[in-house]
Structures are given as C-alpha cells and as structure tokens.
C-alpha cells in the first residue's frame, strides 16, 4: 500500500454526522459536521452525507479520489459487518442501508471499510489515543448506551459479527433493572445516562429542566446534590464490576473511558475504581489501569481513519 | 517449517503428568501419563517429568531431537509467560520453575512453548474438537476450578500476561461468596466442583464418603436428590450468566464446556441454557451455541502440540 496518502474518515452517530480527511500518520486534517437530520428518508440522508464529505474532501484539495488511500467509516449498530450494510437504532431513515456500496459508488477504486461506531472510538483510542503503545486495551464509552471495542494482542478483535467490545451488556446484577436488550442488570441498564438520571428521579432528585439529564445530574452531583452523588456512585460500581469481569477474560492493560458521563470525573471514577478493585484480584487483572480517553469527539473519526491506515491491526476481514 | 514432523506434547496439572508424540494433523500418535507425585522437591518433579516424556519418544521411535518440530506444554499456572517460569497452584514443589529453559536443554534446538493448561485445552479443542470451523470460541473446563481459553478472529488470544481465558473470574454475583482470588461471586466461587459440594452440604446434603465431591453430588441429584439438583441449577445459572456476559465482550460463536463438572449432562447444561437465554438477548449474542468439550483428557496435550504444529493460529509471541 503506498502509505503516502490520506484517508476520508467518517463517523456517523445519532446525534451528529462527521468526516474529516486523515493523514498517514492519523493526523485530523480537515474536518466538518453537521447535525444528524431527523426525519429524513434514506436518500435524503445519504445528500447530506454526501455533501457532508464532498465538502471536506474539497477543503483538504483533493479532487481525485485516487489521492485517497481510501475510506473508513463508523456508523451506529447494529449493522451486517463487513458487508457495511446499516441500520442505526437512531436513525430510522437507514434500515438495511448499503451504506458502503454507496460509498464505494461516489468515491470509485478504493477501499470501503465500514464498522461499529464504538469500535472504531475503541481504534482511535488505541491507535492514537490513550491505548497507545498497550497491546490490550478495552475502550469504552458511557454516554446514552454503554459501547466500546477491544483491542487485544496488539489487534483490533471483531467477533463473529463485528460486535466484539460489547462492554455494556455485561451482566453486573443479574436480577437488577431490565435493559433494552431485554436482558437484566446489564452495565449499560445501570450505567447509561438516561437510566442515572430516571433513577435518580426515582430517588427524589428534581431536575431543573424537562429533559432531565444525566449532565445535569453529573452537575448536581458536583455541588454535593445527595442522589446525584448516589447515582455516579451506582453506574462506577457497575461499570468497575464489568471492568473487572472484562479484565478477568481478557487480560487487559488499560481501559480507556470516554463519552459524555465521563466528564463526571472523580465523581465517577472513584467508585469505578473502589468496585473495580475489590473484584480484580488475581495478579494479573490488579494491574489493568482504568484512564480518561483522550480524543474526545475526535475518536471516531481517527478509528475510522484507522481502518485504513492501519489496516494491518484494525481491520482483518477482508 | 517442515510441515511432516510430529511434536512432543506435555500437558502437566496437579492430579497427573501426561506426555505424548501427535502427529501433524494433530492426531495423538503415542501418550502416556503418571499421577503427579505429592511432596516431591522440583528436581525430583523434573525428573518424573522428563522419564515420562524420554518414555514417550521411545515408543514413538524417535531418537533424535531433531526429528520433532518442536516441543509444546501446558501447565498449571500462575506462570511467566512466554518465558515459561511456572508456580503451579497445585504443586508446592515447583516455584519460579525455569520450565521452558529445562526442556529446551533436554530437547536441544527446538521451539518449546509453555502456556497456561487451560488455553492449552480450549487451543485443542478449538483446532481438533469441539470448536473447530469456528472463529470466535470460548473453552472451558469446569472442574476443581472454572477455567477457560479463547480463540477470537482465528486466533487463540493470549492478553497481556498469557491470562486471557480466565472466565471463572467474571462476576455473576457481586454480593456473592468470597471466591479464592479474594474478590465476590465470581462464577468459580460458585460453580467450581468443591463449592459446589460445600453449599449442598450446607443445605443438608450428607455425602456417602469423606471427601464430599461434586462428583457424587452429580450422582445423587442424577437420582433425583433435591440439593443435589438445586446445586447443579446454582452452578448452572452461574455458568450461564458468565457465559452471556462473555458473548457479549467477545461476540462468540460456540463455547465448548468440559470438566469433571460437566458430565452431570442436562441436569447442569438446562440450567446453564436458561440463565444464558434470559441474559444473552441481543441479534448476536443470541446465536451463540455452548456446546460439550469433544476431546476429553486429550485436549490439553492436543493444544500443547497445536503451539507448535499450528503456530500461525495458537502462538504469537515469538
């Protein structure tokens, strides 16, 4: 592969559309993004990504997609993988969308490469970020699900359906609340910030907005709020516990965790890491270091960048 | 490599030493086995070890190092790995055993490689048994202790320090009994053979013999004993709850059981099932299928050749 050209990187979530042109070395060079539209059609849907793109393409100069090394794309599961065929729970408008035929179709000769979103924040993380330099690390991202993607022997792991790294579907409680996979006591059914935030509105905590937040709640939390206290306190422990069970069967390095709740800071991490530590016992799983991601919103973005210029660790199917 | 050399294989634990020629298909051409001498000191213990396996070659008809690819062993851990520096929990007589360096001296000019017995089992079974055709599978044994490997886009993954696997570590019950690693309801702490008789015997199940084991326990709820069923349905649930929450990280295909524990048959695996099915609930992790081991004894000694005879998938530190 000539290693001397950039990729088009894109990463689509519920909430918001991105792309950005990478270079070699995972360096964002362009970027943009716009709002996810709601209510659109499929098609419609696919202009505004495809605007969304061309634009940046345009920005960095590249005019021929044979400046391209080629595309890496993260997109919201669930989806067939590698096939890039999607259907974002959050995007109503895709249901068993050939997402990289389309792409493969406006950007002809080079290599697709689509995946779950989480995993791809996962890559990012390890290949730039705060997985750096560890050969087994597990990213995650706490946010309104709980996701993430693991990296173990130095590679990228997919699974029988490019679903590996599903942290959030751990079991921590096994009679505890019903999750929307309709499982019970899953990470995620705990963890998730809208189920903090009901739960503390369960235990008497009154937002000061409609849509009760778990940033609002993180923010109360910061002021000494009681439950907001409790409730960072309930989603460490069950992401600690899964962090353990996850360090047990993998024998991780380092967990890097991002998205939205992990702005909590201390406030979340400490009881992670209380609970983490009274259940990794054995000498090797007491070693696992739990860190704050490192590229923020950019994560995504690099992973899917990664797909294709780091293909040797992030992507093996083909 | 000459692909037309057969390995020596070695799989050691605390109830027994065992050794054998496979040839390189995997097949176990000649074996042989010894109870694992109680109170011996570890030259002593070297000693059996290397009469064991001088035996084998013998009646192998192979009287030159150079005739085999190579030499693989699993052994009990905790071990440094790769270096093969073994303690096995269950042999006093081995502490920071240079195991690696000793077979390499006696078998000059050869590849040796030591891992952890349980990987070894779930390697066997995934290249000539139960797991074979299946990328992403999870070996277990349930026995004394829950153990387990796992092999993950074709690749028997090692993790950090060659400890991947341990699946007897994921918690299921985090108020649950104290486990032997120290932490709470680990799915071991429940479900290994010797809790298990412990807790039926607190439940007022009186074994026939001194040494309550599991193994009578399985005969007696096989006539139908209540504790002795509601014991298996414990450990099953355990099991099942462990198993889901792996599918989930791991996004597996087929888990593969084995043990002593195992052979309580339905009465163990119904129960394993439902706990499974009521946790495991999402498109993918539904299609995971657990299934018994197929290679009994031989799998560790099988694993210990697949190091050497099927190196691409099942040893990468080299």
New interface residues.
Partial sequence: MDNSRPALAIDIGGTKLAAAVADPGGRVVTRDRTPTPVGLDAEQLWRTLEALFTGVLEQAGIHDPAELAGVGCGCGG?MEWPAGVVSPLNMPGWRAFRLRARLARALPGLPVRVHNDAICVAAGEHWRGAGRG???MLGMTVSTGVGGG?V??G?L??????????????????DGPL?G????G?VEAIARGPALAAWAQEQGWRPGQLDATARELAGDAAQGHPVGLAALRRAG?ALG?GI???T??????VVAVGGGLSQAGPLLFDPLEQ?LR????????R?VQVVPAALGQSAGLVGAAALILAADRYW?PD
Same sequence: chains 1, 2.
């Fill in positions: 669930p560890h050969a087994n693991l173990l022997d590679r792991v997919n699974g029988s359906s490019g679903n590996a790294g599903h942290i959030g579907h751990i079991v921590v409680e096994p999750c996979c309709g499982g019970h899953c422990r516990i353990a069970s996850a047990s069967l993998c024998d991780l390095e609970a009274e259940h990794a016992r054995l000498d090797f799983t070693q093996s």
